[in-house]
């Protein structure tokens, strides 16, 4: 038997495909795509080109954006506690999850019987998240891949993570009097653990499991390793929440995909009309 989980992100959409033989339960394959700004289309031609997708069952989680799905949805805490019964089975000591996605930063605690009990959630300000970061390396032209290749600076550069705009100031200041990419790269990754640090001060952070897009950036891995002592980046971190729906959809009852027309609720507007 085979699923498909789906994660709508605020800037990809995530894709897990898995396979249960008698008591294993294996992944096929993961994709996750950019769908810059146009998650309606991005979703639809995903689907279309799923071979045998109207015979495999289809759970999808996201945030707002799942309102308009007219297929099997679930939240993401749902999601989130789906995956955590399948990988922290043997590993109780795990109570503190930080999801660090592209738009949102928010902290899942959970009780002894691994279901969450309190959601902790970060301010509004864009500066700290996944997709400010992005924004901030591409403005130094600097990819991903590069990113990866950088010294993780003992030095880093001091940015401001009280507001997006002191922030992005703060970076073009450093560079244009000439301080190495690389410090400034570490700066905004130090930023983004602070942020983490902030939320988990109410909450025991001994051991503390990492998941969502940004559990990619080694800077910032680094920089919260040394705020806590036991911190775990499973393999399925960058799809976590699409890997917990793909394991729901294995277990209850789902909505067939029956077509692109019918992806989406068809609503009227909310808004009056003057005539």
Known sequence: MESLGVCLGASTLTLVRLRRDDSTTEIVSV???THEGNPRQTLVDTLEN???IKEIPLAVTGRKFINFIDLTTISEPEAVEEAVGHLLADKPQYKVIVSAGGET???YHLDEEGKIQGIQTGNKCASGTGE???QQIGRMNVTLDEV???EISE???KVSGRCSVFCKSDCTHALNKGVPKDQVVSGLAKMMAGKIIELLKKLPKKSVMLIGGSSQNQSM???LHQDIDDLFIPEEAPYFEAFGAALWALDNPTKSYSGAQNVFKQKSSAFGYLN
């Open 31 to 33: 994709d996750v795509i």
């Open 50 to 52: 799923i071979p045998n």
């Open 105 to 107: 930063f928010l902290v």
């Open 132 to 134: 400010f970061f992005l």
């Open 148 to 150: 990866a290749t950088f």
């Open 155 to 157: 030095n880093p550069h």
């Open 221 to 223: 891995a680094h920089f």
